[in-house]
């Protein structure tokens, strides 16, 4: 039997050399990854953003094909695998959106805003309330 046969309860055996290779490669992209963050790239943030986001996706890539021994698996649990990465860009796509949008000024946040519902600080004693109807909202 050779080193990468199955053998008869579907275990995928592969040879320590695979691994220090991965290793090793992993450690040589983490080495470029650190080189890369200290350099600025023609075309500024957005471009080391991507150089690391792409070292990153290969790095993650060679830990769940080796290590996670997903590339030796049948092809329902690669699909499943690639199903998982595109959920997560999607998931990451969706949420990004969020960062890129400005905060609206709302009124009630001003707690100085007659009409806001925040506590406006402590009243001094025997100090009238602020809002005689009790209802602490502007009328209308």
């Known amino acids: 039997m050779t080193s990468h046969d199955t ?3 579907g275990a995928h055996i592969l040879p320590i050399s695979v691994y220090a290779k991965t290793l090793l490669v992993l450690l040589v992209l983490m080495a470029i990854t650190v080189w890369a963050g200290q350099q600025t790239l023609p075309g500024g943030t957005v471009v080391n ?16 094909m080796f290590f996670m ?10 699909f499943w695998a690639v199903v998982g990465f595109l959920w997560l860009t999607l998931l990451f796509m969706i949420l990004v959106d ?3 949008r400005a905060w609206e000024p ?4 001003n707690q100085a ?5 925040t506590p406006r600080g402590r009243m ?3 100090g009238a309330h602020p809002d005689p109807n009790g209802f602490n909202v502007r009328p209308r």
């Open 7 to 9: 053998p008869s309860n």
């Open 69 to 78: 021994h997903v590339k030796f698996s049948s092809k329902l649990t690669q």
């Open 113 to 117: 805003d007659p009409g806001s519902s």
């Open 106 to 109: 709302v009124d009630s946040w």
């Open 49 to 64: 953003n991507i150089v690391a986001m792409s070292i990153a996706v290969i790095k993650a890539s060679l830990v769940v």
């Open 98 to 100: 969020y960062y890129s």
């Open 124 to 126: 001094e004693p025997g």
